[in-house]
Structure formats: C-alpha cells, structure tokens
Nanobody, 109 residues
Framework: RLVESGGGLVQAGGSLRLSCAAS????????MGWYRQLPGKPRELVATLTSDGNTNYADSVKGRFTISGDNAKNTVYLQMNSLKSEDTAVYYC?????WGQGTQVTVSS
C-alpha cells in the first residue's frame, strides 16, 4: 500500500515536496516512482528511483524535480522546484505492486 501526501496549490516558480509512504519492507528492494496525469491524457512517468539509488527523470522535469528515498521510513519523496503551470496534474506514487491514490498539484500562473 502506498500513501501520498504533500500536494496543493502553489504559484509558478514555487516549490512543493510530495511524500509517499510504503507499507512493509518492500521499499528497500523494489523500484519506486512518481507518475502524473493531466485531465484527458494518459498517465506519464515523472521520475523513478531504483533500490540501488539510480534515478531517471522525464525530460520535462530534469533539473527541476528530484526523487529521493528514506529506507528507514519506507518513504520516497519528490522535490519539485521552479514549478510551471504545465506541471499541474494528479501525481501518483508507484511501485511494481501498487499505485497510490493520487495527490493534486496545481500551479497557478
């Protein structure tokens, strides 16, 4: 089970940090990631983090977003800086076994 938090409303240029808490010890052995979905569009990859610390980012967020994890807390984070209106979406936490419920991020211009 994945539980997200940290979404909200922010002005363009601002920052938000999303958190995703994973139940159990699976966090330390499976990849984790963040996806987002804009209205009427398919879900798209934002960033992934492997169990050995490798990261991957969508081109649209490179240099602005950072994914990280805390094994002790079974939690993965998405630090989002320099937010743009086009980042407005529902953000979902992911691992190979589950999806989070989604958290809304709205960036006002």
């Amino acid at each position: 089970r994945l539980v997200e938090s940290g979404g909200g409303l922010v002005q363009a240029g601002g920052s938000l940090r999303l958190s995703c808490a994973a139940s159990g010890s699976i966090f330390s052995v499976s990849p984790m990631g963040w996806y987002r979905q804009l209205p009427g569009k398919p879900r798209e990859l934002v960033a992934t983090l492997t169990s050995d610390g490798n990261t991957n980012y969508a081109d649209s967020v490179k240099g602005r977003f950072t994914i990280s994890g805390d094994n002790a807390k079974n939690t993965v984070y998405l630090q989002m800086n320099s937010l743009k209106s086009e980042d407005t979406a529902v953000y979902y936490c992911w691992n190979p076994f589950a999806w989070g419920q989604g958290t809304q991020v709205t960036v006002s211009s």
